[in-house]
């Protein structure tokens, strides 16, 4: 077997309508309802990845709500990061530029996710 590339990741959390809305408004994502999955690309293609979205106590899979980070490209991080302020978000930590790679900052979303938001 050989190594592939990640192709979805799965959070847990406290309300799939809310989170749902708030990376919708956030980061522009979309809601797949068929597959509870905010959708990118598409399969077969490189750019496909899937975030699912669960509730804690679905499928009999009680992870933790909030234990989740990944990061994101923006075109604009400190316009991205107000939005999500806006939209319920909480700072992890606030736009910065960074030697050596590229400005960003952190949020952590209505579940406690940490969310990193990098300069495209």
Not at 37 to 53: A, K, N
Not at 94 to 109: A, F, K, T, V, W
Request: negative net charge; contains cysteine; glycine residues 10%.
């Amino acid at each position: 077997m050989t190594a592939g590339r990640v192709v979805s990741l799965k959070l847990t959390v406290s309300d799939v309508d809310a989170t749902v809305r708030f990376y919708e408004a956030v980061l522009g994502f979309r809601w797949v309802p068929e597959i509870w999955s905010f959708q990118f690309g598409e399969y077969p293609r490189d750019d496909f990845f899937l975030i699912s979205v669960d509730t804690a106590n679905d499928e009999g899979d009680p992870g933790p709500v909030g234990c989740g980070r990944f990061g994101f490209v923006v075109t604009d991080v400190d316009e991205a990061h107000a939005r999500a302020l806006a939209a319920g978000a909480r700072a992890w930590y606030e736009p910065m530029d960074n030697p050596g790679s590229p400005r960003s900052s952190g949020i952590l979303d209505p579940d406690g996710n940490r969310v990193e938001l990098v300069q495209a």
